[in-house]
């Protein structure tokens, strides 16, 4: 038997996830941003799953990841390389499978005329991230008609979207419509967390990521998705420990009274946070029930108390019963790591 330590991926939450970001999106295109295995989903599932809903439009971070996207869709896409081409090869597969980068610099252009690449592109700019951007937006631009590329917009990222009243919110947009109007482009800016809040009607394109996997990117303000991705172990065994017994490496707990364990097949090695040792839950039999001690690389242990549970049942991490974004917060963390974080060794069970 395979160690159940798995990732049950929801497709039908997925869906609904995508028809409510359509709703918020209003007239703008939605790039579904499946990136990093989509979020550590399961990129060629989650691609098909949102093409079958209409999307047309899916971004990932380098030429790999869009070829394996192209190789698995059924439907032709747009795939934009939202880190754009790191060399010569990679100038090449952009070409060969009609994939659309990001642009910063000349140097890019240059790989791209030479790998006779004739489709289109965004420029990125910097409008208060501190992160990639072209230097000189109006030159490339240039560069870019001169070399007869297709520039399909104006391509920046909100760094702090998460809060809605942050100042830099304000200023970042400003700055964005600015350089669009002087540039003659459209643009895309929002992330999940910016079209929940953000006029959607001034973009031309939204590319919202974490919201499609169900995570609230505005824990403040819910808009009602449904987690995609249910992490769960199995009860290997249920032990009676007298009162005065230490558990796990480092012996940081002891039972208090005489204690029903529980020893669960899932650990930091499958991409559970070290940091929810003797602080985080899990999810069995309708009742949430404590971690204790130190989550181990394979297996973690929980009290049952009075807990009715047997070897066998299954037990949620996170999912529908306990929120990414609750565990992420409890690990210092946020969903996004969490999600990626899961380990190749943890199976991914899809259920429509
Ligand atoms: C450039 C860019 N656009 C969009 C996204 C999607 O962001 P989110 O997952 O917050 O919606 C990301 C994610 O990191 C990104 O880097």
Redesign the pocket.
Known sequence: MTRPACAVIHLDHLRQNFRRIRSLAGEAEI?A?V?ANA?GHGLAEVARTLAEEGCRHF?V?DATEGQALRQALAFPASITL??GIFDQHDAQLAAIHGLTP?MFNELQLDWLRHAGFSGSLWL?VDTGMGR?GASQPEKLLRSCEQAGFHIRGL???LAC??EPNHPLNRQQIERFFSLCSHLGLPG?L??????THEDTERFSCV???????GSE?VPSRPIGLKPVMQLQGRIMQIRDLPAGHPISYGATFYTQAPTRIGIVSLGYGDGLPRQLSNQGDVFTQGRRLPIIGRVCMDYTIIRLDDCPAEAGDWVEFWGANIMANEVARQAGSIA?ELFTGVTDRVQRIIRE
Do not use: C, D
């Open positions: 790039m941003v990136k979020y971004g971070t939202l880190s990001i990125k990639l391509l920046s990222h979207a998460e895309s929002l992330n999940s967390a910016g079209l590319r919202p990521g974490i919201a499609l996997y990117p996004y």
